[in-house]
């Protein structure tokens, strides 16, 4: 299988599929690091890069590296990656580059090596301030490590700094929440992302839930903890730009923001998918399927999907309601050359009603309440769609 670009692409997500400890919660693309081909997975990773020719093309917007847990790599390892990027990608000081990291994974000398290899953008996974939570969802680290990297990555010289906090967590009261966000807060970061726990397949959490052993927070606190996050953050001028994302003006994601409004992006590594010319691919996750690809110079493409312009449609309504930005009613009919009022305007009337949703000139956005409800919004849009 092969994609051809017809467009541009300019924004990448790399995904290193290890962690050194499994969290109870988690259902991503992930494998135990200890015992893994780590080294084999890095020189498949530059192969399938090198198959899309990127050198060819114009420098990289946004680069991401998730995860699984990227700063699990030795020092060894992480410079061969870094190397492996510099290589295939164009890309200069104007483009956003992020790295995730676990806080307990860190160093000062990693620190330095993301930087002198041209990371901008550290997104870490902290999830809570308390370390007995941290504990009973498996994390790896304890919130001295999240304090302990934050001195570090500043004193390497990283500014745009962005930390994951969890809420709805077993047994967390709105007060435990609330001294979290106090903490989050007093770091005084340019972004931050809020996920409210969802018990995922295959999980140790949905095993203990079946057996009545995981005392979450019901759906009130779930709601009370996501307004009084909303709250407090734009107390501080840290504003809600998608539903799970907030940040100082200028520090939005790039990379995210290019999800969400359509664009195309490449995926490489196990698991992970891309979207290129209307057409979504994924990519083999276990690691050996991966590298049998990958060692055979093949795209390690599992699974090509593409799009009709119904689909794809729906996806921008879906994608682009997610942020405050909402969408312009002429880029989708540019995009599409049919009208969103037409498609879609019994729907947005439904929701303009409720004080949910807001048509403004050429824009069509959720309001504050509507991103605060959005779960509800997209419930009744796939009804709406199913009945349409
Ligand atoms: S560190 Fe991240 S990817 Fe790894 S198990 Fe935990 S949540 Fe999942």
């Given at each position: ?17 290890f ?5 109870h919660?988690?259902?991503f693309n ?13 020189v498949?990773l530059d ?7 990127l ?7 946004t680069i991401y590296?998730?995860?699984g847990?990227p ?5 060894q390892?992480?410079?061969?990656l ?6 295939q990608?164009k890309?200069?000081a104007t ?5 995730e ?5 860190l160093s000062?000398?990693k620190c330095?090596?993301?930087?002198d290899?041209?990371v901008?953008r550290i997104s870490m ?16 680290h304890?919130v001295r ?11 390497t010289g990283?500014?745009?700094l962005?930390?994951d ?7 967390q ?9 106090t903490k ?8 931050y992302?809020l996920y ?6 295959q999980?140790?959490f949905q095993q203990?839930m079946?057996?009545?052993?995981l ?5 009130d606190v779930?709601?009370d903890?996501?307004?009084l996050a909303?709250?407090r953050?734009?107390?501080h001028?840290?504003?809600?730009y ?7 003006a200028g520090?939005e994601s790039?990379?995210n923001?290019?999800y ?6 490449y995926?490489f590594?196990?698991?992970?998918h891309g ?16 590298l049998k690809q ?5 795209k390690?493409?599992?699974n ?6 119904a689909d794809?449609?729906e996806e ?5 309601l ?5 969408f312009?009613?002429?880029a989708?009919?540019t995009k599409?050359?049919e009208?969103?009022l037409?498609l879609?305007?019994?729907f947005f009337?439904?929701?303009r009603k409720k ?7 050429d824009?069509?956005?959720l309001?504050?309440r509507?991103l ?11 009804g709406?769609l199913?009945?349409?």
């Amino acid at each position: 299988m092969s994609l051809i670009n017809t467009e541009i692409v300019d924004a990448a997500y790399i995904h290193i599929p290890f962690c050194k400890k499994i969290c109870h919660y988690c259902a991503f693309n992930k494998y135990f690091y200890d015992g893994q081909p780590v080294d084999k997975y890095l020189v498949g990773l530059d192969t399938e890069m090198s198959l899309y020719q990127l050198n060819k093309q114009e420098k990289m917007d946004t680069i991401y590296v998730g995860g699984g847990t990227p700063s699990c790599l030795n020092m060894q390892e992480l410079e061969q990656l870094m190397e492996s990027i510099n290589r295939q990608f164009k890309f200069d000081a104007t483009t956003e580059f992020t790295f995730e990291i676990n806080p307990g994974e860190l160093s000062k000398e990693k620190c330095q090596l993301l930087y002198d290899y041209g990371v901008n953008r550290i997104s870490m996974g902290v999830q809570t301030f308390n370390d007995q939570l941290l504990r009973r969802i498996g994390r790896n680290h304890r919130v001295r490590h999240v304090y302990q990297s934050i001195d570090w990555l500043r004193a390497t010289g990283f500014e745009a700094l962005s930390i994951d906090l969890i809420f709805r967590l077993p047994g967390q009261t709105l007060e435990d929440f609330d001294d979290s966000l106090t903490k989050a807060l007093e770091l005084e970061l340019p972004h931050y992302s809020l996920y409210s726990l969802i018990i995922e397949q295959q999980t140790l959490f949905q095993q203990l839930m079946r057996e009545g052993k995981l005392p979450l927070p019901n759906e009130d606190v779930d709601a009370d903890m996501f307004e009084l996050a909303i709250n407090r953050l734009s107390e501080h001028q840290i504003n809600q730009y998608e539903i799970s994302n907030f940040a100082m003006a200028g520090y939005e994601s790039r990379h995210n923001l290019k999800y969400w409004q359509y664009l195309p992006y490449y995926g490489f590594g196990a698991g992970a998918h891309g979207f290129i010319n209307g057409e979504r691919y994924y990519n083999h996750g276990p690691v050996h399927h991966y590298l049998k690809q990958t060692t055979a110079n093949a795209k390690p493409i599992i699974n090509q999907l593409p799009l009709d312009k119904a689909d794809q449609m729906e996806e921008y309504i879906f994608l682009a309601l997610r942020t405050n930005r909402g969408f312009s009613l002429q880029a989708f009919e540019t995009k599409f050359n049919e009208s969103a009022l037409a498609l879609f305007g019994t729907f947005f009337e439904s929701q303009r009603k409720k004080e949910l949703l807001l048509i403004e000139d050429d824009t069509v956005r959720l309001t504050n309440r509507g991103l605060f409800l959005a779960d509800t919004v997209f419930r009744e849009l796939i009804g709406w769609l199913k009945a349409y």
